[in-house]
């Protein structure tokens, strides 16, 4: 049984949370090819995290109610055949947690962009992908910009489905939460 001490717990516990510029991250470093197709770089400039977290950077927008409201949904040249899949796999595990995204008209609108896909696992890598997303206010004007990745040994269609389970912690994280509640 492979146990962890409590050295290497606490420094996995910094390389995993520990924020760090966008643009000094490896993504820019060993896939430039992956940035500026969906943001641009004043957002990239502002954006933060790393690797395990994704990246962020938010205008202070509150998320208020379960629907959200299809702006824009982009695909690259290389992301274009897994399009029809990824909606149908992200769709399915919002409806799952009670977020509706819809063609209609709403208040918060949401773009995203399949950036890169990794359709299987190899010995480098796991089938996975890299989106970024962004949540808009139409009334505040506020916007998140997130940039997420998501991966699975067990194949590209879980790890699209982490990706819709990304996208509905990050709503449900960008609600007002009562004082004193948990």
Partial sequence: EFKLTDEQKLE???VVFTPHEFLKSPDVKY????????????????????IYLGYSYSEGIVFEGNRV???KLKVLEDTEPYKKLFVER???VTQQNGIEITTENTRFKMGICLVS?????????????????????????????????AG???????????A?????????????HDEGKN
């Fill in 12 to 14: 996995l516990a910094k």
């Fill in 31 to 50: 896939y430039p090819e992956t940035v500026g197709k969906f943001f641009t770089t004043p957002i990239y400039e502002k954006m933060t995290g790393n």
């Fill in 69 to 71: 409201g299809i702006d």
């Fill in 90 to 92: 992200v769709l399915k």
């Fill in 117 to 149: 896909v990794a359709p299987e696992t190899t010995d480098e890598t796991y089938a996975g992908l890299v989106a970024e997303m962004y949540i808009n206010d139409t009334e505040t004007k506020r916007t998140l910009f997130r940039r997420f990745y």
């Fill in 152 to 162: 699975k040994r067990d194949g590209l269609e879980l790890a699209m489905e982490d």
């Fill in 164 to 176: 819709g389970l990304q996208i509905v912690l990050t709503l449900k994280a960008l609600k007002k």
